[in-house]
T-cell receptor, first 113, second 109 residues
Framework: KAGVTQTPRYLIKTRGQQVTLSCSPI?????VSWYQQTPGQGLQFLFEYFSETQRNKGNFPGRFSGRQFSNSRSEMNVSTLELGDSALYLCASSFGALNTEAFFGQGTRLTVV | GQQLNQSPQSMFIQEGEDVSMNCTSSSIFNTWLWYKQDPGEGPVLLIA?????ELTSNGRLTAQFGITRKDSFLNISASIPSDVGIYFCAGSGNTPLVFGKGTRLSVIA
């Protein structure tokens, strides 16, 4: 069974640009969560999607958005990039509801210059 | 956002030694998960715990779900060089997973 796939692995963008990251969950998993990981803040929850609906949202500005498609694949978008958005963005896939095991992809390393 | 208190922050141990790390929370959790992350990679799930008092092993790793449901610990026995990495605890109580800040483990051969 293939794991969680995130693309691209690395991105370099300039301030003010926007970026879209993609995540394909494990086959059969319907829940996708996104996290931002930085050395100072650790793993911070961005949002969670289940069956194309955003179920939970973290404490991030509206520049961060996401969506989930009918095949459970998910994308997250960050608009008007700031230097502080440089981070490892991780996607986690779960079979169903909360309190179940979450499996992470390798992440997308975003660098904003 | 909310985070768990994970300790210690870092450990330097000799190969063959046992390791213990723990996480505490002010909230009650229904699930505790333990992950290991290597540089430049995503966290890999090591052990999942779903019941207060539960003790679960995965090879040389053993984790327990505290009976108060507010803590968990992870033990690694007979450490080897490939145990090097950052270990994270994560908890969920009908909310999205909350993560500890990690324990960085270094193993000296």
């Amino acid at each position: 069974k293939a794991g969680v796939t995130q693309t691209p692995r690395y991105l370099i963008k300039t301030r003010g640009q926007q970026v879209t990251l993609s995540c394909s969950p494990i086959s059969g998993h319907r829940s996708v969560s996104w996290y931002q990981q930085t050395p100072g803040q650790g793993l911070q929850f961005l949002f969670e999607y289940f069956s194309e609906t955003q179920r939970n949202k973290g404490n991030f500005p509206g520049r961060f958005s996401g969506r989930q498609f009918s095949n459970s694949r998910s994308e997250m978008n960050v608009s008007t990039l700031e230097l502080g958005d440089s981070a490892l963005y991780l996607c986690a896939s779960s079979f169903g509801a909360l309190n179940t095991e979450a499996f992470f992809g390798q992440g997308t390393r975003l660098t904003v210059v | 956002g909310q985070q768990l208190n994970q300790s210690p922050q870092s450990m330097f141990i000799q190969e063959g030694e046992d390791v213990s790390m723990n996480c505490t929370s002010s909230s009650i959790f229904n699930t505790w998960l333990w992950y290991k992350q290597d540089p430049g990679e995503g966290p890999v799930l090591l052990i999942a715990l779903y019941k207060a008092g539960e003790l679960t092993s995965n090879g040389r790793l053993t984790a327990q779900f505290g009976i108060t449901r507010k803590d968990s610990f992870l033990n690694i026995s007979a450490s080897i060089p490939s145990d090097v990495g950052i270990y994270f605890c994560a908890g969920s109580g009908n909310t999205p997973l909350v993560f500890g800040k990690g324990t960085r483990l270094s193993v000296i051969a």
